[in-house]
């Protein structure tokens, strides 16, 4: 008997009408697949997922946890119904988050021709390109968003370094509010000039996506056959360049095709873990499959994000074996925004666009995130601070938090632990967000597992997470980044094939 775990819409990948969508677990093969059939051009399968298992317990994780968190645009411009979704798009009000992300497509220069490239860049024949003006325009419409309007402010193309005055434009997202910066790169004006990364450096850039699709002994044939050219050379000199001027918060993005480059998921983590002083994560992304093809080829190609975790496992000798759907984090992001003063930020997507997970590093050596510290007891704590916060409520001392009133001591913050004791329920705002930081900092500390005086002199990592927590600016996560811990994150773009109108709300 088929188990259908759920119903959507999708389109039919020939005439693009939107038609009923069936999510359910194949008896044949145990595997997650996309059902739906158009009356003009008939029934349409696709791969959603090789581990059934995993598929449903993401989808009830987060609500477990109870980490989802609201964030509907409320100061929306709707447009009239005319085709419905996914077609009259925008943040119209049938969307279910505000946009977190702003991206915006720069310029359609591209100083590559990737057989891949889903931007279709140059192939216009002629050159689209935002007016500084015009860019500007468009950050000022996401800087109005309500009632949260977008943190990161993440440009691209085309290649957005072709752009005149992208210098001008990163300056600009700063000055206009967004807390963070990022910029989606093939990096090779990068590694052609190094003052250029240095001006970058100094407009204050937060991130830089770099594209990185191969780092083995073959790559010099994978990169031509995914880029149209050998960059093997060129990805080394931008990583030399900005390690050299001190640009870090690099973040390798890697095009995933089945056969393609699947192999190099294992020398990509590695290359990563060595360089880990500026390379602060990965995010792979499966490439999404375009044009007329018949069943037995999508089922074939199809590259899904529960393939990557199989090969993730695989490469680690199964010591990373936990991966999370984004909304897990969806309050404790909102609560360290809130801690930082900036705009609310809640991860609020759909549990089937990707998923993320920290990887730990100690002696040159893949280390599980859940050996080092109780995850789910971490992330229900920080949602329950959050919904205190959200009611302002005053907590009052527990056994447990007294108990630790040695530890802090020894820890050398016994300043904080007493201010955190003897809280009085008339304070400031200020002094109420200053009293929550301690409160939520100090009661994180049981959920670090083993952890010791030594293990703070010499583990990097555990240094910044204590500075962390003794001091929680969301601007300081970065550091932890690059100091035995990487970020390792996969989003999975929809096509004509797998596109399900649940995950565009």
């Given at each position: 008997m088929v188990k259908i775990l759920r119903k959507t819409t999708s389109i039919c990948p020939e005439c693009m009408e939107p038609i009923p969508a069936e999510i359910y677990i194949d008896s044949e093969t145990n595997w997650v697949l996309m059902r739906k059939t158009c009356p003009k051009h008939g029934e349409f399968k696709d791969k959603i997922s090789i581990d059934p298992e995993y598929y449903q317990w993401k989808n009830q994780e987060a609500i477990n946890l109870d980490s989802p968190f609201s964030t509907t645009p409320e100061n929306i411009l709707k447009i009239p119904t005319q085709h419905g979704c996914p077609y009259d798009c925008g943040l119209c009000d049938k969307h279910l988050s505000a946009a977190n992300l702003m991206i915006i497509d720069i310029t359609n220069r591209c100083n590559l021709n990737c057989p891949i490239c889903f931007a279709n860049s140059n192939a216009a024949g002629h050159i689209v390109e935002y007016s500084y003006e015009e860019v500007v325009q468009i950050m000022e419409h996401f800087i109005k968003q309500r009632p949260y309007h977008a943190v990161i402010a993440q440009f691209s193309g085309g290649e957005p370094t072709l752009h005149p005055r992208i210098l001008d434009i990163l300056k600009k997202a700063k000055e206009l509010g967004f807390p963070h910066t990022m910029l989606n790169t093939n990096g090779i004006r990068m590694a052609r000039s190094k003052d250029f990364c240095r001006q970058l450096k100094e407009v204050g850039l937060g991130a830089i996506y770099l594209s990185w699709d191969a780092s083995s002994e073959s790559s010099h044939g994978i990169y031509e056959k995914i880029r149209g050219k050998d960059l093997t050379n060129i990805k080394q000199q931008v990583i030399d360049n900005c390690r050299e001027v001190g640009l870090d918060g690099i973040f390798l993005v890697s095009t995933i095709a089945k056969g393609v480059n699947d192999h190099e998921i294992g020398p990509i983590l590695e290359y990563a873990k060595k360089n880990n002083d500026i390379i602060g994560g990965l995010v792979f992304q499966p490439v999404s499959l375009c044009g007329r093809i018949t069943l037995e080829d999508l089922m074939n190609m199809r590259y899904t994000a529960s393939d990557l975790i199989q090969e993730i496992k695989t490469v680690t000798n199964q010591k990373i074996t936990k991966f999370y759907p984004l909304t897990t984090s969806s309050k404790l992001t909102q609560l360290l925004v809130w801690f930082s003063d900036l705009p609310g930020w809640s991860i609020s997507a759909h549990d089937d666009c990707g998923w993320a997970t920290f990887m730990p590093i100690q002696k040159g050596e893949w280390v599980a995130m859940e050996d080092l510290i109780n995850v789910e007891g971490f992330i229900s704590w920080a949602n329950q601070c959050w919904d205190m916060v959200l009611k302002r409520e005053v907590p009052k001392p527990s056994k447990w938090l007294l108990s630790l009133k040695s530890f802090a001591y020894t820890l050398g913050i016994e300043r904080a632990f007493d201010v955190l004791v003897n809280f009085s329920d008339e304070m400031t705002d200020i002094a109420y967000r200053n009293f929550m930081k301690l409160y939520w900092g100090i009661g994180s500390l049981k959920y670090l597992k083993n952890f010791n005086i030594s293990q703070i002199l010499n583990d990097?990592?555990?240094?910044?997470?204590?500075?962390?927590?003794?001091?929680?600016?969301?601007?300081?996560?970065?550091?932890?980044?690059?100091?035995?811990?990487?970020?390792?994150?996969?989003?999975?773009?929809?096509?004509?094939?797998?596109?399900d109108v649940e995950r565009v709300r």
């Open positions: 990097p990592m555990y240094r910044f997470i204590l500075n962390f927590l003794n001091d929680i600016r969301i601007e300081k996560s970065k550091q932890m980044l690059q100091h035995g811990l990487l970020f390792v994150g996969c989003m999975h773009f929809q096509d004509a094939y797998d596109l």
